[in-house]
């Protein structure tokens, strides 16, 4: 069930904006937030599962080492590295020139669908 978004009268938006209405999306992220619910969709994995002992050593680690960790910039080559060796245990061939990063699948998605559609 969508509901209109809510705006102060005070606040000038246009039109459309204040025609918006909430998506679906946004109103199954508050049911994954139910205790005991495990789901399946959205990109939200069990968070027990995941590694957090050694995301916080190596999160340390990169810290620790590399004064520009948190900095925007360059993608570096280590980076690519990695992942040309994380490939190759996976069984695929490739090079540090086939690998294109971005800051997220919303970016992967806009940039292949500007790039292939008209």
């Known amino acids: ?6 705006a102060t009268p005070d606040l000038r938006l246009a039109d ?3 025609q ?3 998506s679906p999306l946004q109103d199954m992220l508050v049911m994954t937030a139910r205790p005991n619910l495990i789901s399946f ?3 939200l994995p069990n968070q027990d599962l995941f590694p957090r002992e050694a995301f ?11 004064p520009r ?4 910039g360059p993608t570096t080559s280590r980076l690519k ?3 040309v060796e994380l490939m190759t245990k996976r069984g695929v061939t490739c090079t540090e020139a086939n690998i294109f990063l971005t800051a997220g699948a919303q970016q992967g998605i806009n940039l292949l669908t500007r790039l292939l559609l008209e």
Do not use: N
């Not at 999160?59 to 620790?64: D, F, G, Q, S």
């Not at 960790?69 to 925007?72: F, K, M, R, S, V």
């Open 56 to 66: 916080a050593q190596a999160a340390a680690h990169a810290l620790h080492t590399e």
């Open 1 to 6: 069930m969508t509901q209109p978004t809510t």
């Open 69 to 72: 960790t948190l900095q925007y």
């Open 81 to 83: 590295q990695q992942i």
């Open 16 to 18: 459309w904006a204040m």
């Open 20 to 22: 918006t209405k909430r």
């Open 41 to 43: 969709g959205l990109g």
